[in-house]
């Protein structure tokens, strides 16, 4: 027979994934510093992170790209860190947490940004995986199996999102999925390193080009800041805020640092031919001696894709509270299966759109979360939130008409200095931003010739202007200010 607490957390577990985005009682607060380290430690490690890694090579040498891959994430797992911190201790989703400082009806834009990149997110995870797979078993079937995989690969991921997080922490990752991951890129990297001649890849220069060393920080930068709007879901399961910021913080550098590594190793020793999904595939499975290992990395994979179909079900309740999270999970879960697919009938892995979806995901949420940092950490650090009023668009954080003008000010300011430090390689829209900023405006373009990092320069922008707008606005609003004395 079970036990009383064995039931208990089954009961948890039962209600966890469907809990909303009201606060979560102490009850569901389940989750260790331990579990949130295997937690972002596994959503950390992935076959895009991978090839995320591997853009950075061979414009960089392989020195420049460790170093920009060490100061990129250990810049871009602070606020990832803080954020998961600041749900641990409200108890409230990602979405959720933005109402005081940007409105109750102004937390909605982002939801909004932060949906489409999910869904975006969760059609790249099952295009990669479907992709993958059907290159494996192609010339054993002899046919292409790509839309089988991806059904299946949807199906897996569908169960794990409306398992809820705390059953894929406890039951899947701790005891299983985590390890089996870590074992077979454990292996995957003692073949590269035994392989490579390591002296010779360091001494050879690079080649140039885009990304230059701060380009290429961004582009590291960039992946942990892709979780900062969804790390609170999972944190706000937490028993105590500061272990759950370590974890988090722990769990989600190491893997960032490893597979960003791995991949630009696997590009430079020539083990996969190119940057792209199916170059690292094919890299790994001819270095590794095998395709059991490229499917044990595709099973790791299955956690990236229910972390961002869970999320963008409950950043949608966000939008509408008594939409039903289940059903949301199966939307987005139909939505990422039709994106992946017309993904594959384009037949051309995009891997200049792949690094402008990466550094566009920063420009938005690096100065938004700028915003956030400043007010919750800075102005509302010793009163904190009010939960009440996070649900009530009359109370404290309506603002004018449910809208925060300082913090959108702020957060706009920091979108356009992040473009205008941080050009991309899309033709298009880095032509665009150029003649914005040297034509119409006459500015020089790019702002410090692309010596600085966009990210922390957008992210400084962005706190520093809403410290300043706000405290101007308080000033103002005193007895005695122009506000008060009209």
């Known amino acids: 027979m079970a036990t009383v607490t064995e039931r208990l957390e089954r009961a948890i577990e039962r209600e966890a994934p469907a809990w909303g985005v009201r606060p979560t009682p102490t009850e569901v607060r389940r989750l260790s ?19 995320t890694g591997a853009l950075l090579v061979p414009a960089l040498g392989l020195p420049q790209a460790l170093l920009a891959i060490a100061v990129g994430s ?92 705390v059953v894929v922490v406890r039951r899947w990752m701790a005891r299983f999925g985590v390890w089996v991951v870590v074992a077979v890129a454990a292996w995957v990297t003692v073949r590269v390193l035994t ?47 500061v272990s759950s910021a370590g974890g988090t913080y722990a769990g989600y550098l ?62 949608a309740q966000n939008l509408a509270p008594r939409l039903n999270q289940r059903l949301g999970v199966v939307a987005v879960t139909a939505i990422g299966v039709g994106a992946a697919a017309w993904l594959f009938g384009l037949r051309d892995e995009g891997v200049l759109t792949y690094e402008f979806f990466l550094l566009l995901i920063g420009s938005i949420f690096v100065p938004l979360f700028g ?61 665009a931003v150029e003649t914005f900023f040297a034509d119409w405006l006459g500015l020089p373009f790019p702002l410090f010739g692309g010596t600085v990092p966009a990210s922390v320069v957008s992210f400084a922008v962005a706190f520093l202007a809403y410290l300043a707008i706000a405290g101007a606005g308080r000033v103002l609003s005193r007895p005695g200010g122009r506000v008060a004395a009209r």
């Open 33 to 51: 510093g331990l579990d949130f380290a295997v937690l972002w430690g596994d959503l950390g490690i992935g076959l895009l992170v991978l090839v």
């Open 195 to 241: 392989v490579a001649d390591l002296g010779a890849l360091w001494s050879r220069p690079g080649t140039g080009g885009f990304p230059p060393f701060w380009g290429a920080v961004d582009l590291v930068i960039a992946m942990p800041v892709s979780w900062i709007p969804l790390v609170a879901d999972y944190n706000r399961f937490a028993r105590r805020g």
């Open 371 to 431: 915003v956030f940092l400043a007010d919750h950490e800075v102005l509302r650090r010793r009163r904190g939130y009010r939960a009440e009023d996070l649900f009530d668009h009359r109370g404290s954080y309506r603002y004018v008409g449910g809208f925060n003008l300082a913090a959108a000010a702020a957060w706009l300011l920091g979108f356009g200095v992040y473009h205008w430090i941080a050009p991309t390689s899309l033709p298009g829209w880095a032509s």
């Open 74 to 165: 250990l810049i871009g797992c602070v606020p990832l860190a803080l954020v998961g911190r600041a749900g641990a201790r409200q108890g409230v989703p990602g979405m959720v947490l933005l109402r005081p400082a940007l409105g109750t009806r102004g937390s909605y834009l982002p939801t909004l940004l932060n949906i489409a990149q999910l869904v975006g997110w969760t059609a790249f995870e099952l295009w990669a995986m479907a992709l993958v797979a059907s290159r494996i078993t192609g010339p054993v079937l002899g046919v292409d199996g790509f839309y089988v995989w991806l059904a299946v690969a949807a199906l897996v991921c569908l169960l794990l999102s409306l398992g809820g997080p």
């Open 254 to 315: 190491l893997a960032n640092l490893w597979f960003y590594s791995l991949g630009a190793l696997l590009i430079l020793n020539a083990s996969a031919p190119a940057p792209s999904v199916t170059g690292i595939a094919d890299g790994i499975v001819a270095l590794a001696g095998g395709t059991v290992v490229l499917v044990a990395l595709l099973v790791g994979e299955t956690d990236e894709a229910f972390a961002d179909i869970y999320s963008a079900a409950v950043s």
